[in-house]
Nanobody, 125 residues
Framework: QVQLVESGGGLVQPGNSLRLSCAAS????????MAWIRQGPRKGFEWVSS????????TYAESVKGRFTISRDNTKNTVYLQMNSLEPEDTAVYYC??????????????????RGQGTQVTVSS
């Protein structure tokens, strides 16, 4: 079955960086887009970024464009999220999601995309 394991979260000060990783198994990784989504305190899910399976085409939410970089290593079945210039508003649990390209039409549609257990990112001074 699909298994996604996120890691790399932590507590950082504003302006610092973190790199998240998501190890995937149980499906053909090279055939699927992968995405990062997040859920802030008392908020719904928010799509952050997606990467296509083949050419590695990427897309970002406006709130993270220019600060975050998504990438994937198909030899390791792993997707990454490099987060620079972190802001307190980036505080959230970050999840990787299988098969999601861009934000879903409604918030309830997030349940259609398998995700891992998440990794907590806290940005605070």
């Amino acid at each position: 079955q699909v298994q996604l394991v996120e890691s790399g979260g932590g507590l950082v000060q504003p302006g610092n960086s973190l790199r998240l990783s998501c190890a995937a198994s149980g499906f053909t990784f090279t055939s699927h887009s992968m995405a990062w989504i997040r859920q802030g305190p008392r908020k719904g899910f928010e799509w952050v970024s997606s990467i296509s399976p083949g050419t590695g085409r990427v897309t970002y939410a406006e709130s993270v464009k220019g600060r975050f970089t998504i990438s994937r290593d198909n030899t390791k079945n792993t997707v990454y999220l490099q987060m620079n210039s972190l802001e307190p508003e980036d505080t959230a649990v970050y999840y990787c999601a299988k098969g999601l390209w861009g934000p879903p039409r409604t918030n309830s549609d997030y349940r259609d995309y398998p995700r891992g257990q998440g990794t907590q990112v806290t940005v605070s001074s």
